[in-house]
Structures are given as C-alpha cells and as structure tokens.
C-alpha cells in the first residue's frame, strides 16, 4: 500500500477545531493563524526559480504573410493572448488598421445565415495549429469533461458534509500555492489544475490538518508534470513546506491522491473557455487581463469550488467587460455562442454568482492576501485597483450597471 493506516487522512478532531490547533509547524512552513502576521517564510526566498527558459518567455516573432489585412492584426493579438505565463499585457493599438473586408465564401456566408453569431474561427482556418475544423467538436468535450471533474460537492459550505472544511483553513492553503506557483514560474494552468485536484480530492476524503499542507504541494506536484515543460525537482517541493512533507511522503502521496481520483486528472483549464471567449470579444487585453483576475480569484475562493469553469470564466469576462465598459454592448450572439451558449440576461445562477463575485471583490478576503498582491503588481497590470473600485461603486450602486432593469439581450 502506497500509504500505511497511520499515514491515511482522518476525521479532524473536535478540539482541534475549537481550540484553533495551528494545522503547520512554525518556521518555513505554512501556519493558518499566522500565516501574514509578518513573519518571513524563508524557504520561499531560498528556492532557486525554475531557471530553465520556456518556450512562453522567449521574445515573441511571428511571421505575417500579409502585412496589410485585419486579418494579420487579429492574428498577431491571437498570438500575445495564448501567452499566458505571467502577465498577457502588450501594446495595444487603439484601432486595427481599416482595410477593405475579404470576400466572404459561400460556405461562410451560409452558416452565419443560419446562426445569429459570426463564425470567428474561419478566419484561422489557414493556420494548421489552431485545427479549426475540430474546434466545435473539442470545446463539447470540454463542457463534457468539466461536469466530470468536478468536486463532488462544495465541502467547504456544507457544514454536514463528512468532509467539511473550514474555508479559512483552505484559503490559507491556497493562497501559499499561489506564491509557491508564482516562485517556481510555473504556467497558469498549472496552478488551476493543482486547485482542482486538491478540491476534488478533499471533498471526497477527509484529511488531518497536519496532512493538508502535504495534500496541497502533493497537487501541484502533480498538476506541474501533467501542465509543464520544465520541472522543479521533488526536493524543491519538500524544501518549501521545511519539513512538513519530506521527498517520500509526497511520491506516496502523489500514488494515494491518484488512485482516489482514480488517475483521471484531464480537467478542462478555465483558460481555455477564457481564451475561447476572447475571441469573441476580439483579443482585448485588458478586458482580458481584468478577467484573468476575476477567474483565478473566483477559482481561489471558497464559495465557487462547486460551479464550472466554463460557467466561471463567462462571469469573469461579462464583469470584465462592464468594467472596462469600451461598448455598449453587454452580450452578443458570438459571445453567447463562443461562452457555450451562455445567456446571462435568462440565466438566474449566472446573475446570482455574478453579483456575489462581484460583491466579493469589492471587499476581498483577507486571507488571500498573496493573490491580492499579486495583482496589484505593475507586472499585472495593476488590474486589483481597477476591479476593486469598480465593485465597490457597483455594490454601492445596488448592481445597476452590472444587470440594468431595462437591459435586452442582443442575442
């Protein structure tokens, strides 16, 4: 057995929980009551980064075969968008350049007769990497597969859940994933999947507070060699937690977590319904960057562990682009179609979820304080300022921006 009954995860003692038992051990490792009360957590400082260059981070070339089309425009910011390690920020022009429109095929002029949205990926079917003629069929996999991989069910709400766990215990955990992902340079993918697992994993098996810290590294352990290209090495991973998980208990961890997701691991990244959307919403950045916020906070949080992240990614750009407000258009038939077939002025759950994550960002938690930062940084685009004074007006506002009374559908 990869794992003996001692070392299995258990029920969490009820004095525990009322005594506030700190879960980790002090020093480098992670502590959920003083967790930001200043104290430096030095193996964070000491992990050397993952020094090996990616293929993202080399400077960007493309070649352009036609310089002068709003094709070759839309192409190159198609390009910085599937960028996404670290910020996906770049110069943006104001307009693309105004060239005569190409003349438009049958087959295309056919298939926008029939549906009310614009069929974006045509104008990819001459790059063999995009696939376009599987797209249709790859994103239903996707909204198959997402169903899937869910947690089983929100442990974090459920107070007589078997599994239940204190949203401030898993906020802490999070929170040092997102540090720990940013320090080793790993994708944003990675990241996500890591949640994922853990989510998946902790709604199904209840764990003793001095495991979780080992569940959470044991995650993203996995999640970096089923997303990355250049690995940090398993003594990294031991390293940062000081102690907590030593090299075999994470190798006996990675084998016990496997086999009780029974190694199905392929979850559909948000990231992709993101950029699916984006296209639609023609690769503006920092509409985009705004989302990217949105998600990962909404994939952070504990309120939203239950819901699709093809259903949060939608919330994420239609709050995104009320923020942003570069149109007055709030949703469209391609954004509709290209989200899945999402309606947010006919769909209850969307409104509601929408509304909390608002409300939500205009006074965020405070144990997420990494995230925070994070986005606070120049490297982000400052983009936390931005939403934040956006949610806290429209909180103010009772939601009159977000969803008017008087709003139609375009759709």
Not at 233 to 242: F, G, L, R
Request: charged letters at 30%.
């Amino acid at each position: 057995m990869p794992y003996s009954n001692t070392n299995e995860v258990s029920r969490i003692s009820d004095e525990m929980i009322e005594n506030k038992v700190a879960p980790f051990k002090r020093g480098k490792q992670v502590k959920i009551e003083t967790y930001h009360s200043g104290v430096d957590r030095e193996a964070l400082a000491k992990v050397n980064s993952n020094n090996l260059k990616k293929d993202t981070e080399k400077k960007f070339q493309t070649r352009v075969r036609r310089d002068n089309s709003e094709l070759a425009y839309n192409s190159l910011k198609k390009r910085r968008v599937y960028k996404d390690s670290g910020s996906s920020s770049f110069e943006q022009k104001t307009s693309p350049p105004n060239f005569e429109n190409e003349t438009t095929s049958y087959e295309q002029m056919s298939r926008n007769e029939v549906h009310a949205w614009n069929d974006l990926d045509s104008d990819e079917k001459d790059d063999i990497c995009m696939v376009t003629e599987y797209t249709d069929d790859i994103f239903q996999h996707l909204y198959e597969r997402e169903q899937q991989t869910l947690p089983s069910h929100n442990y974090l709400t459920d107070t007589n859940s078997p599994s239940y766990l204190r949203p401030s215990v898993r906020a802490v955990l999070v929170d040092w994933l997102v540090e720990v992902h940013e320090k080793f340079s790993c994708f944003p993918e990675t990241l996500y999947l890591a949640i994922n697992l853990m989510d998946r994993f902790l709604s199904r098996n209840k764990a003793t507070i001095d495991k979780l810290q080992l569940v959470a590294v044991t995650s993203l352990f996995i999640a970096a060699k089923f997303e990355e290209i250049h690995l940090p090495k398993i003594a990294e991973y031991s390293y940062i937690t000081d102690g907590a998980a030593s090299k075999l208990d994470i190798r006996r961890a990675e084998m016990f977590m496997l086999t009780k997701l029974g190694f199905d691991i392929g979850w559909p990244n948000p990231l992709n319904f993101l950029r699916r959307i984006s296209k639609a919403d023609n690769y503006d950045s920092t509409t985009r960057n705004i989302a990217k916020f949105l998600l990962e906070y909404s994939i952070c949080s504990h309120r939203y562990v239950h819901l699709k992240p093809s259903l949060l990614s939608a919330i994420s750009m239609y709050i995104s682009r009320r923020i942003t407000a570069k149109n007055d258009i709030y949703w469209d038939a391609n954004l509709k179609h290209y989200s899945g077939d999402i309606d947010p002025f006919n769909d209850n759950e969307f409104q509601l979820h929408s509304r909390q994550l608002v409300t939500d960002l205009s006074s965020p938690y405070s144990k997420l304080e990494y995230l925070i930062k994070k986005y606070q940084k120049r490297d982000y685009g400052e983009v936390f300022y931005v939403a934040n004074d956006w949610c806290q007006q429209e909180v103010k506002n009772e939601f009159t921006r977000l969803f008017p009374p008087n709003i139609q559908s375009i759709i």
